[in-house]
């Protein structure tokens, strides 16, 4: 498997791990690698996995231009730089590492195990993590 691919497959991983319905774009219309919705809360996200921003920065202006109304780019990087991520803001598309991706997925982990064995369903404030985490307290 590439390191594109393995790159990808981890960003899906966390996605899942949240509940998250993600369908993979395989066509050369969309610039994003997969869409994903959140049932509980009715988000839709586009998610470009760009291991490095500064070689990417054409094709994320771009998906930008070409993103359904409802949803939010989130571009899935291994590291940015805070010049990267204030454009981002600039830019209103979310910018988050993959380390950052894994350690909510952990964290979403750690708290369903705990639930479960408490006999309990998760509470929706944590199902909302990650959500919190792409939103940036942005309300859509």
């Known amino acids: 498997m590439s390191k ?3 790159f990808i497959t981890a ?3 966390t ?3 949240f509940d998250f319905d993600v369908t993979m ?3 050369q219309s969309t610039l994003w690698n997969f869409i994903t919705y959140n049932p509980n809360n009715k988000k839709n996200y586009a998610v470009f996995c760009a291991p490095s921003v500064s070689k990417s ?3 994320i202006k771009v998906a930008l231009k070409k993103l359904p109304g409802d949803h939010r780019l989130v571009v899935v990087t291994e590291s940015s ?3 990267e991520e204030s454009e981002a803001a600039n830019a209103d598309y979310c910018l988050i590492s993959l380390s950052s991706l894994r350690s909510y997925g952990q964290e979403m ?3 369903r195990n705990r639930d479960n064995f408490n006999n309990k369903e998760a509470s929706e404030d944590n199902g909302n993590l990650i ?3 792409i939103s940036k307290d942005r309300l859509f």
């Open 81 to 83: 730089t805070p010049e």
């Open 109 to 111: 982990l750690e708290i």
């Open 131 to 133: 959500d919190m985490a």
């Open 25 to 27: 774009t395989n066509g």
């Open 4 to 6: 594109q691919k393995q």
């Open 11 to 13: 960003c899906t991983l």
């Open 57 to 59: 920065k054409a094709l």
């Open 15 to 17: 996605f899942k791990a």
